[in-house]
């Protein structure tokens, strides 16, 4: 399979401060990793800056103004929360971040690549369409997603989301438009306390599978083939899109499941396979969490074997 990695140094720029998990030194790794010889396929390209109409299909004018004012000084630090803070290289990375995801879009909707692996930050999953938080300042997943519509007229867009931690974000924006679809497994009770299996959507298209801290590789394969892949096969999505965190991983330091490497492979089997049957082969993956380096790296470097080597 064709795969486009889409990546920017720009999103090295966004620095949390000293200490903050979600550190320029997450996506270093994961481009290490994705320098070895056997990624050697991989299409390459730059993510360009996300423009005002693509960021709009989500967050309203006063959102972006306000995210945009922000411009601290080279050294200095502007939290939004207690977990969100912005840097001088924020604002170019969040661009870039939401405008990679939307590339990844181009590139499967073009035929330039059949799949699309964006490796970008700050995450986008808990950006709310007027909040900040949870690190993420632009909906990224969500943003490509209605680009797709606006774009490209599709009219069933489905978001899965393996992140340890619900994207509430991404729900928030899914959930009252039946023409898309949301599909998350994550850790509860977790941060930040949404995703319980009540939250349904407005037509069934929201489908939550929590996790009990402990829980294994065996209760997450559980979740997505009993429940989550049985719903996207009900919606019928014309596109794929996936909200890849790693922080399920058994070695992160943020949650508490016990995920390893050969479960993201085999969700990404598992994806590719529906995308093939449903979605004319089309996937676009962005990067979210995952905090411990050395299993961030082996565990995007899985995901991403597992595009390149579908059938």
């Not at 929201?206 to 997450?220: C, K």
């Not at 492979?265 to 995952?290: H, K, Q, Y």
């Not at 082996?298 to 991403?304: G, I, P, T």
């Amino acid at each position: 399979m064709t795969v486009a990695l889409i990546t920017h140094e720009a999103c090295l720029g966004h620095d949390p401060g000293p200490f903050h998990p979600e550190c320029p030194d997450r996506l270093r790794a994961v481009l290490s990793a994705l320098a070895a010889e056997e990624f050697s396929p991989l299409v390459r390209e730059s993510a360009p800056r996300a423009d005002r109409e693509a960021l709009r299909g989500v967050h309203p004018d006063f959102y972006i103004d306000e995210i945009l004012a922000v411009r601290p000084k080279a050294g200095e630090y502007h939290a939004l929360d207690p977990d969100t803070v912005m840097s001088a290289g924020s604002i170019e990375a969040a661009l870039r971040a939401a405008g990679g995801a939307i590339a990844g879009v181009d590139a499967v909707m073009e035929g330039r690549a059949q799949a699309s692996f964006v490796a970008v930050r700050p995450p986008g999953h808990h950006a709310e369409p007027a909040r900040p938080m949870g690190f993420c300042l632009f909906s990224n997943v969500a943003v490509a997603a209605l680009h797709a519509r606006a774009r490209w007229g599709l009219q069933r867009i489905a978001i899965v989301d393996f992140d340890v931690h619900h994207g509430n974000g991404t729900q928030a924006v899914c959930f009252g438009d039946a023409g898309l679809f949301y599909g998350s497994s994550h850790q509860s009770p977790c941060y930040p306390g949404t995703g319980s299996a009540a939250e349904r959507g407005v037509a069934g298209n929201v489908v939550n599978v929590p996790l009990p801290p402990g829980s294994s590789g065996r209760a997450f394969r559980q979740a997505w083939e009993s429940v989550i892949l049985p719903a996207l096969t009900g919606f019928a999505p014309e596109l794929l899109l996936v909200s890849a965190g790693f922080d399920a991983h058994e070695a992160d330091p943020l949650a508490e499941l016990c995920l390893q490497e050969a479960d993201f492979a085999w969700l990404t089997a598992e994806l590719v396979r529906f995308a093939g049957a449903s979605a004319e082969g089309r996937i676009v993956s962005v990067l979210e969490g995952g905090y411990d380096l050395a299993a961030l790296a082996a565990s995007a470097a899985a995901h991403v074997r597992g595009l390149i080597r579908a059938d």
